[in-house]
């Protein structure tokens, strides 16, 4: 199986890389596809630039063994849509291989506002992370959905190659990638919140600094 997990990395940092670390085990998968987008649809600009964001990366996870930075979306430009990313790994990866697309409780609430959501769970499995104390949604249209395809057991992600979800839970990490911004710009320092590979490299470019 193939964990997929998409964003603007801006920077990468401990909140995106532990829970991921747990998915992988949890659900045992072959490696797990780190994908920055180029231009988020449902996010500001990010601050970094695409070049930046993707050396970030690859420094945060040069050594998690299985993690891998796809660039794909950085190469295709544009609007970055996960359901255009997920057809193109479908097509490298033939219609056999499980794809899992790993997405917060927060993205999965609002699924429904995913450009063209419902082909998303045609094309790959759907693993939530979920955090102590998150609220599942009880109607709608996601809600539905879940009802009519969650799965109960790591296994049945493994008997097929998409359609799919499942929630897996991580420990909480209440990190993000704003708050560090907003540190670094009051001169903070934010050593423990990511690697010392990527805060390193954000002293030396200088990034997010008033």
Request: charge should be negative; hydrophobic fraction near 45%; proline fraction near 7%.
């Amino acid at each position: 199986m193939i964990g997929i997990f998409g964003g603007t990395f801006d920077p990468p940092h401990f909140g995106h890389l532990r829970p991921l670390l747990e998915v992988q085990q949890a659900l045992a998968l072959d490696e797990v596809r780190l994908i920055p987008c180029f231009i988020p649809p449902h996010r500001a600009v990010p601050d970094a630039s695409a070049e930046q964001r993707l050396a970030m990366l690859q420094l945060a996870v040069s050594e998690a063994p299985g993690f891998i930075v796809d660039p794909r979306e950085l190469q295709r430009g544009g609007p970055s849509y996960m359901v255009d990313t997920l057809a193109s790994l479908r097509d490298e990866q033939g219609v056999n291989k499980s794809l899992v697309l790993i997405i917060g409780l927060d993205a999965f609430v609002s699924l429904d506002r995913w450009h063209r959501w419902l082909e998303l769970i045609e094309l790959a499995h759907v693993v939530v992370m979920q955090r102590p104390g998150g609220a599942l949604p009880k109607t709608g249209a996601v809600a539905e959905l879940m009802e009519q395809v969650q799965a109960l057991a790591v296994l049945e992600l493994q008997q097929q190659a998409a359609g799919k979800i499942y929630f897996q839970p991580v420990t909480q990490l209440d990190i993000s990638a704003t708050a560090i911004r907003e540190q670094l710009f009051r001169g903070q320092d934010v050593r423990f919140l990511m690697p010392g590979s990527v805060r390193h490299y954000i002293e030396t470019q200088g990034l997010y600094k008033c």
